[in-house]
């Protein structure tokens, strides 16, 4: 059998064990996702396998299986400590809440087995001869571009309404189209959405922003009527859908660059992020490093409309007004936020600086044209970097302890790092020693 997408050891993995469950007498077939985007062209990430074994009878053939889903047939089997998903053949009864069926029946027809799963393109099998079988022509919705249920469209989302956003997520994905019965059985059922948990629904926007084409899935829930029967509401009354469309031009990873760009593309700001994001089950490292480049971003920009005080309208047809004064402004406001936020959220920021808002652009195209070379310039990032502490300001000065030393050190930290104060420990003392007398601190 030749697998053109799929890793050689993988493959081979793979069909030894569907060789191991045919020698013995039972069927074996690869299923699913790796099917699909083996057909598909495109990389192939885990094999999934069903056969007409029971999930005993498939403990008893491998020596390596840990009981993943037993009570929904499935056996994970490890050859060469690879695993690989090995589910009986079944049948799903009754769904509870639109969302997970009530109990399992295992049947002996892998024709049964393909007749319950959610669209066409998913419902093809691949046995050990390389051949294909195809019940529901899911090749050929696949050649189409067609995303399309299997069987009765309503009952497929009536049994589990979480498929109404993987189906958008797939066609966002493929660059695919929504097969019409399929997408107006969506529209009929669209209420259903509140019985999905949030945090499936995040697994599967996830993977859509990810994609090469997210911006197809936006317009998709949109339209769809998705988004208001959700468990959490999306906050899309200043939805900027010009500033969406330009998701596609920032890299899928780190994936924080798209989220970024989502909440701005949604007006939000940083306490709106910290609430919409935790609601929607984000991590916490996430929610924080987008509230970080927005606030970043709302910095700069403030800090160079307040210190021009220029119009916009007069820098139209300019980058900005580049004096000697206003680039030595951007480069303290811009090393003042790298040493607030960190270096890796500065970088964030500049690369999502080509697809921020055209106003954004010009008011700061001295500090998204200079960024790259003023982090190489940097030295000091950090309080850590500095030759003296604290305790060493305290004794030279011979003051109290209160709130002054901190702004103090950080005020020389922001000096240091833009090349107006010497890293040398005599030279900073010295400037203390001046500085406390400037705020009548002795």
Same mark, same amino acid.
């Given at each position: 059998?030749?697998?053109?997408?799929?890793?050689?050891?993988? %493959? &081979?993995?793979? +069909?030894?064990?569907?060789?191991?469950? =045919?020698?013995?007498?039972?069927?074996?077939? /690869?299923? *699913?996702?790796?099917?699909?985007?083996?057909?598909? *062209?495109?990389?192939?990430?885990?094999?999934?396998?069903? =056969?007409? %074994?029971?999930?005993?009878?498939?403990?008893?053939?491998?020596?390596?299986?840990?009981?993943? *889903?037993?009570?929904?047939?499935?056996?994970?089997?490890?050859?060469?400590?690879?695993?690989?998903?090995?589910?009986?053949?079944?049948?799903? @009864?009754?769904?509870?809440?639109?969302?997970?069926?009530?109990?399992?029946? /295992?049947?002996?027809?892998?024709?049964?087995?393909?007749?319950?799963?959610?669209?066409?393109?998913?419902?093809?099998?691949?046995?050990?001869?390389?051949?294909?079988?195809?019940?529901?022509?899911?090749?050929?919705?696949?050649?189409?571009?067609?995303?399309?249920?299997?069987?009765?469209?309503?009952?497929?989302?009536?049994?589990? %309404?979480?498929?109404?956003?993987?189906?958008?997520? /797939?066609?966002?994905?493929?660059?695919?189209?929504?097969?019409?019965?399929?997408?107006?059985?969506?529209?009929? #059922?669209?209420?259903?959405?509140?019985?999905?948990?949030?945090?499936?629904?995040?697994?599967?926007?996830?993977?859509?922003?990810?994609?090469? $084409?997210?911006? +197809?899935?936006?317009?998709?829930?949109?339209?769809?009527?998705?988004?208001? #029967?959700?468990? !959490?509401?999306?906050?899309?009354?200043?939805?900027?859908?010009?500033?969406?469309?330009?998701?596609?031009?920032?890299?899928?990873?780190?994936?924080?660059?798209?989220?970024?760009?989502?909440?701005?593309?949604?007006?939000?700001?940083?306490?709106?992020?910290?609430?919409?994001?935790?609601?929607? =089950?984000?991590?916490?490292?996430?929610?924080?490093?987008?509230?970080?480049?927005?606030?970043?971003?709302?910095?700069?920009?403030? *800090?160079? !409309?307040? #210190?021009?005080?220029?119009?916009?309208? =007069?820098?139209?047809?300019?980058?900005?007004?580049? @004096?000697?004064?206003?680039?030595?402004?951007?480069?303290?406001? /811009?090393?003042?936020?790298?040493?607030? $936020?960190?270096? &890796?959220?500065?970088?964030?920021? #500049?690369?999502?600086?080509?697809?921020?808002?055209?106003?954004?652009?010009?008011?700061?195209?001295?500090?998204?044209?200079?960024?790259?070379?003023?982090?190489?310039?940097?030295?000091?990032?950090?309080?850590?970097?500095?030759?003296?502490?604290?305790?060493?300001?305290?004794?030279?000065?011979?003051?109290?302890?209160?709130?002054?030393?901190?702004?103090?050190?950080?005020?020389?930290?922001?000096? !240091?790092?833009?090349?107006?104060?010497?890293?040398?420990?005599?030279?900073?003392?010295?400037?203390?020693?001046?500085?406390?007398?400037?705020?009548?601190?002795?």
């Amino acid at each position: 059998m030749q697998w053109n997408w799929v890793d050689p050891q993988t %493959a &081979e993995r793979g +069909q030894s064990l569907l060789r191991r469950l =045919t020698d013995q007498g039972y069927e074996g077939y /690869f299923v *699913g996702g790796c099917v699909r985007d083996e057909l598909l *062209g495109r990389p192939v990430n885990d094999m999934d396998i069903a =056969t007409n %074994a029971t999930p005993e009878q498939v403990i008893s053939l491998f020596e390596r299986t840990i009981p993943t *889903g037993l009570e929904h047939g499935t056996i994970t089997v490890l050859i060469e400590n690879e695993p690989f998903e090995v589910t009986t053949y079944r049948t799903e @009864t009754e769904y509870v809440d639109h969302r997970r069926p009530e109990q399992v029946q /295992f049947v002996r027809e892998l024709s049964e087995d393909l007749r319950r799963r959610d669209f066409t393109m998913n419902a093809i099998a691949r046995g050990i001869d390389g051949e294909y079988t195809d019940p529901f022509h899911g090749i050929d919705d696949l050649n189409k571009g067609i995303i399309r249920c299997v069987g009765i469209a309503d009952e497929r989302f009536e049994e589990d %309404a979480l498929r109404m956003v993987r189906g958008i997520r /797939f066609a966002s994905v493929f660059h695919f189209e929504i097969e019409q019965q399929t997408w107006q059985a969506l529209l009929h #059922h669209q209420a259903l959405i509140h019985h999905i948990a949030t945090e499936r629904i995040r697994v599967e926007m996830e993977k859509m922003i990810a994609g090469p $084409y997210p911006y +197809q899935g936006i317009e998709l829930l949109l339209s769809s009527g998705l988004i208001p #029967h959700m468990k !959490v509401s999306v906050p899309c009354e200043a939805l900027d859908q010009d500033l969406l469309r330009s998701l596609e031009q920032l890299p899928a990873s780190p994936s924080i660059l798209r989220w970024a760009l989502i909440a701005l593309g949604l007006g939000m700001d940083e306490q709106q992020i910290k609430i919409v994001f935790k609601s929607w =089950t984000f991590p916490n490292i996430i929610t924080d490093q987008v509230s970080k480049i927005i606030r970043m971003n709302e910095r700069l920009y403030n *800090g160079i !409309v307040q #210190h021009e005080a220029v119009p916009l309208a =007069t820098i139209e047809h300019k980058e900005s007004i580049d @004096t000697d004064a206003n680039r030595h402004h951007s480069y303290v406001l /811009f090393v003042s936020c790298v040493l607030d $936020y960190g270096k &890796e959220i500065a970088q964030y920021w #500049h690369t999502l600086f080509p697809v921020l808002p055209h106003t954004y652009q010009q008011r700061l195209a001295i500090i998204g044209n200079q960024a790259d070379r003023w982090l190489e310039q940097l030295t000091v990032y950090s309080l850590a970097d500095l030759p003296v502490k604290g305790q060493d300001v305290l004794q030279h000065l011979e003051i109290a302890a209160g709130k002054w030393l901190g702004e103090l050190l950080h005020e020389i930290l922001l000096l !240091v790092a833009t090349g107006q104060l010497d890293n040398n420990k005599e030279v900073i003392l010295h400037y203390a020693d001046q500085a406390s007398a400037r705020k009548g601190l002795r």
